[in-house]
């Protein structure tokens, strides 16, 4: 049973966990939503100065609330790809620096495949094969989980994702920044079916549809155009349009996935990323999964927007299986989840 000490620097949060396989011993993050809430979104810059000045007291207080010492731990992990890169390297060289002052191995971990092991967190007797949807403000992805390491895309967004599809719709309507949360709430106030938006549907060119794949950017564009017209008449119900616009997406993102896994004989769908905290998102994948017979878990909240125990979770499994990564290895702003084994060299 491998204890991994693991770093999740990919974009805003600066998360250390310390992770024996599928037990969570210590979990920080330390969130810059605040710093960057003035600016509406991320400043990359930003966020590794943010990094780099509180990464060294993460790594202290994971410790100390895990309370084990480093010979403990059998392996230091941290987040290589996807992300911002500035972000990525602060993660990177202090997991490589404590790699080699402890005499430990490193492992660098895929941002993806982190929020796929947030579901063997939740359920630990989960096992492959399995669907995972990961949606959140970078990525929405449908991902046939074949067995541990090996994946294959089968559907993803063609523009924005779907997190990032919240903050857009949340600034036009001035709500603030993160957007999802924000929404969330207040559609709980609005009637979900007052207006109609377009469920974004990719044309194929022999005719027909994509079934697997997703597009947000019209449905932004739709809510831009209601927002125009109603500013117009002189009010705009927020919480409607709010009420919406979630309700559109959790029933296009329940409806994709639910066909993606009965067209892959797969009985389970795993829920990642930050939306999988969404309520309405919940609500219909929870009555379609019981409506086909079909499993679906959901992380606990705590583990749906990024932190570092599902890097660490993923990290054991890796460690268990004899794979670790060369210390020359470099981050990568982006990386198919397909080529995830490219970063392990094999005991």
């Excluded at 966020?47 to 509180?54: K, M, N």
């Excluded at 309700?247 to 066909?259: E, G, M, Y």
Aim: aromatic share 6%; proline share 5%; hydrophobic share 40%.
């Amino acid at each position: 049973m491998a204890t991994i000490l693991a770093i999740e620097t990919s974009c805003d949060e600066t998360a250390v966990a310390i992770v024996k396989n599928r037990q969570v011993l210590s979990s920080i993050v330390s969130s810059q939503i605040e710093l960057h809430r003035i600016y509406g979104g991320v400043v990359p810059e930003l966020a590794s100065r943010q990094h780099l000045e509180i990464i060294n007291p993460c790594i202290a207080q994971a410790i100390s609330e895990a309370q084990i010492d480093w010979q403990q731990i059998d392996a230091i992990a941290a987040t290589c790809t996807p992300g911002l890169v500035g972000a990525l390297l602060v993660g990177v060289a202090a997991a490589k620096t404590l790699a080699m002052i402890h005499n430990k191995p490193f492992l660098g971990v895929h941002h993806l495949e982190g929020h796929i092991y947030a579901s063997y967190l939740a359920q630990p007797e989960l096992q492959p094969p399995f669907l995972c949807l990961l949606v959140s403000g970078g990525h929405t992805s449908s991902i046939y989980v074949k067995d541990y390491g090996e994946y294959k895309l089968l559907g993803a967004t063609r523009d924005d994702a779907a997190g990032e599809a919240f903050d857009k719709v949340a600034r036009l309507l001035n709500l603030g920044y993160p957007g999802g949360p924000i929404i969330d709430r207040l559609a709980e106030q609005g009637n979900p079916r007052a207006y109609q938006l377009p469920e974004g549907r990719i044309s194929l060119p022999e005719g027909g549809y994509h079934p697997y794949d997703f597009s947000f950017s019209g449905m932004k564009t739709a809510v831009l155009r209601l927002v125009e017209k109603l500013e117009s008449q002189g009010e705009i119900p927020v919480a409607d349009i709010a009420a919406s616009f979630q309700d559109t997406v959790a029933r296009v993102l329940t409806r994709r996935s639910i066909k993606c896994a009965l067209d892959h004989n797969l009985n389970t769908i795993a829920i990642g990323g930050g939306v999988a905290a969404n309520s309405g998102l919940r609500k219909y994948l929870q009555q379609a999964a019981e409506k086909h017979d079909l499993q679906v878990c959901f992380p606990p909240m705590k583990f749906c927007t990024d932190n570092a125990a599902m890097i660490g979770c993923a990290a054991a499994e890796h460690f268990n299986l004899g794979h670790t990564s060369s210390l020359n290895l470099n981050v990568q702003s982006r990386m198919a989840i397909e080529k995830v084994m490219q970063l392990y060299q094999y005991a």
